[in-house]
Nanobody, 121 residues
């Protein structure tokens, strides 16, 4: 069981920056993929960014060039640097970990509680 704790959400003006952090309860070396998702009011949860254990990243088109995901395995932490924030980035941001259990040939998903990001116009 992987536990995730997000932090860094805040109220910020449009054009500003925030950095979200997600601390994992165990070594991230054993976690295959870490990611950030978000859910805006009245909308479904959507993928924001992913980073695999080898450092490969991918982003939603809406955040490319503005957001950067990174991971620090020594600190068991993944980050989401968000620049040039827009009001439409307002959402609850969730950290996700995907782990593959080879003994059972199965994947498991783990989620944090979420952190609120509000961007004012």
């Amino acid at each position: 069981q992987v536990q995730l704790a997000e932090s860094g959400g805040d109220l910020v003006q449009a054009g500003g920056s925030l950095r979200l952090s997600c601390a994992a309860s165990e070594s991230m070396i054993s976690i295959n993929v870490m990611g950030w998702y978000r859910r805006a009011p009245g909308k479904q949860r959507e993928l924001v960014a992913l980073i695999s254990s080898d450092g490969t990243t991918s982003y939603a088109d809406s955040v490319k060039g503005r957001f950067t995901i990174s991971r620090d395995n020594a600190k068991n932490t993944v980050y989401l640097q968000m620049n040039s924030l827009k009001p439409e980035d307002t959402a609850v941001y969730y950290c996700n970990a995907k782990r593959y259990y080879s003994n059972f040939d199965t994947w498991s998903d783990y989620w944090g509680q979420g952190t609120q990001v509000t961007v004012s116009s």
